[in-house]
């Protein structure tokens, strides 16, 4: 299953997602899509840096599905994350889509 | 209210010192994640699904207007216009930047408030009845313990590295609106025959993953000896409790492996043993402390408010506020206010910063500077005098804040759950939701009468589901959110676990099962003044199970 790297910003806990050119970015539509276990084993050893250099913490892969140029996670919490609480439409990533 | 002294702001300001240079140092690199982590918890900062969490002590519940327009300050400078009250008086805010926390742990240290020991496995923040020093049934105030207690317990060398937290919760009354039961201490105010004062304690209750009452370890403690029983509890707990297994390491457990009368006899011998004069509350301190907590000076008034009685004669609203949200203080003329952060439909216990205000302005208006927080995620005036109702009801009704459900089945406890949490296995806060909206606040609800409903998202129990008339789980199976429904617990003096219905419901028809229960007991009640845990009390689990299950296989044929 593809997977997309995340973790939270350490200045301020925000989630990012990992973006092709390693940059952190906000916004799950603008990550990495990673296709099988050795893309995301190679993303991982890269991320050990931005940990070394205490860019983010909390580092993971998580299960996404991809359809056309659209991506959702597939697990309740990883779309959460992703979007923001359910119950507060104004906050969280949610608020800028 | 309780003032800091010296060693109280030297310790705080020592502290913010402290955890500002840590957060300077992990920002800067110089600390790792798992260096700095153990720091932050101690300071309560937590790191959640979205962002960083600052959960704030309120001590027993009980806030200044001055300390309430700083949380709203902070919720409107540093967060996101709102906190979240929580099931142990505390206040969490839910996107505070790293960067930001020293400052506003500088903010909250200039109104006598921190985050110290809201984490971690230490003595956690004490917790007390939220109608202390009010209400009608009170023995003695409970809140002066609750003050020794958390200077006490407050980065105790002896008590920082326990096996696993630990929370205490104290009772002036003899009912029991603090749930001290299902604490790991528990203390209730008691006088015995020869007319003294003292605690009758309750050891090894708490909820989570393995939910057990309390049991009673002491029938009369005197006063004085509160530190020294409780050093000696939490010694024995310290010494025998169990290190190898984060679940099995809170106090009930060695309770329960230990059994409960080798627990006492361990807990006596402790305390016979190191009975030193040190630990004995001196009668002058307990009375300095306890002038911090005198009630303000009531000026007396009629029992009965002409201007309550006319207002309430020509508006339903305000009589159904009256009647729901409103109790019987120990002085005539006066009420306990509940003011109820359940709007209908709405986010148990969260309040934005303009809601927050108004509460500090109409406690200085009409409420003595008092204020309560209380485990059920409502605020509390504790002295309004009932001619100030009208005024009272008309502020909060402009601001959303006048919902008439206090006890009744729209005041739902609910946890974070997965909105928030990462521990969450399921959402809560929209389940509550969905309930509050099923049934609101109307003739239905007031039916339906006293109904306390709890819902934790996780196995943790942060929402108390095992104590709720109703308690809702929220578990994952298969990739999907369920729900565990139990009845018949309760928090109070007849503290009771709730029994497991069977399998649990989807998170569509949680709601309809909720209802099922709801009609079940309507239709089987012996009058309408039995409540529902009394009806439960009376006729057990099968009326209800055969309500819930056999119409569901029904409706699969």
């Known amino acids: 299953m593809s997977q997309v790297i995340s973790a939270n910003r350490l200045s301020d806990g925000i989630v990012v997602f990992r973006a092709s050119n390693g940059a952190w970015v906000e916004q799950l539509r603008d990550a990495e899509i990673l296709p099988d276990s050795v893309a995301v084993k190679a993303a991982l050893d890269l991320v050990e840096l931005d940990i070394k250099a205490n860019h983010v913490i909390e580092v993971a892969a998580f299960d996404v599905a991809v359809k056309g140029d659209h991506v959702e996670p597939v697990h309740l919490r990883d779309k959460i994350r992703a979007k923001g609480p359910t119950i507060h439409p104004g906050h969280g990533k949610q608020a800028a889509l | ?557």
């Open chain 2, 1 to 557: 209210m309780y003032r800091y002294d010296e060693f109280d702001a030297a310790f705080v300001a020592d502290r913010l010192n402290q955890f500002s240079d840590q957060v300077q140092r992990r920002l800067s690199g110089e600390l790792t994640e798992e260096q700095f982590r153990i720091h932050r918890l101690m300071n309560g900062v937590y790191l959640q699904l979205h962002a960083y969490m600052l959960r704030i002590a309120i001590p027993y519940g009980t806030l200044s207007p001055r300390q309430l327009r700083k949380l709203a300050h902070i919720a409107r400078r540093y967060d996101k216009g709102f906190g979240h009250f929580t099931t142990r008086q505390n206040i969490q805010f839910n996107w505070p930047a790293l960067k930001d926390i020293p400052e506003i742990l500088g903010e909250l240290a200039s109104v006598e408030m921190h985050a110290i020991q809201t984490s971690g496995n230490c003595i956690r923040n004490v917790t007390a009845d939220h109608f202390a020093g009010a209400a009608a049934d009170e023995i003695e105030d409970p809140r002066p313990y609750a003050e020794i207690l958390r200077q006490w317990s407050s980065i105790h060398p002896e008590f920082t590295y326990l096996p696993r937290k630990f929370k205490l919760a104290l009772s002036g009354s003899p009912h029991d609106r603090a749930a001290i039961q299902v604490h790991d201490i528990g203390y209730q105010l008691v006088k015995n025959d020869k007319g003294e004062t003292g605690f009758a304690v309750y050891v090894g209750g708490g909820l989570g993953r393995t939910p057990m009452v309390g049991h009673k370890i002491r029938d009369f403690l005197p006063t004085k000896d509160l530190l020294a029983y409780t050093q000696a509890i939490v010694r024995v707990y310290n010494l025998e409790g169990r290190r190898d297994n984060k679940y099995k390491a809170r106090i009930k457990i060695l309770v329960h492996e230990k059994g409960f009368e080798a627990m006492r006899a361990a807990v006596e011998a402790e305390f016979e043993a190191d009975k030193s004069e040190l630990l004995a509350l001196p009668q002058s301190e307990v009375e300095r402390i306890s002038a911090y907590f005198a009630p303000p000076a009531l000026p007396e008034r009629a029992a009965q408010s002409q201007a309550l009685e006319t207002r309430r004669a020509s508006d339903h609203a305000f009589a159904a506020f009256v009647d729901v949200n409103v109790s019987k203080h120990r002085q005539a003329g006066y009420g306990l206010l509940t003011i109820s952060l359940k709007p209908i439909g709405g986010i148990p216990g969260d309040a934005t910063a303009e809601q927050m205000e108004l509460v500090a302005e109409l406690a200085e208006k009409f409420g003595h500077d008092e204020i309560r927080v209380s485990h059920e995620q409502n605020l509390v005036l504790p002295h309004v005098a009932l001619d100030d109702l009208p005024a009272v009801y008309d502020a909060l009704a402009a601001q959303g804040l006048a919902t008439a459900n206090a006890g009744l089945i729209s005041d739902i406890i609910s946890c974070p759950g997965m909105d928030y949490c990462s521990l969450a296995t399921a959402r809560s806060i929209p389940v509550a939701q969905r309930i509050s909206e099923r049934f609101a606040d109307g003739p239905r609800a007031k039916d339906i009468g006293g109904m306390k409903i709890k819902i934790s998202g996780c196995i943790n129990a942060c929402g108390h589901h095992h104590v709720g008339h109703i308690g809702i789980l929220g578990l994952e199976r298969k990739g999907v959110e369920t729900y565990q429904l139990t009845l018949g617990g309760s928090g109070d003096e007849s503290c009771t676990l709730g029994d497991i219905t069977g399998p649990g419901f989807s998170y569509e028809d949680v709601v309809d099962a909720i209802e099922t229960v709801v009609d079940t007991y309507i239709g089987l009640r012996s009058t309408p003044d039995e409540d529902f845990l009394s009806a439960y009390r009376r006729v057990g689990m099968a009326p209800f199970k055969k309500a819930l299950y056999e119409r569901d296989s029904g409706s699969e044929i």
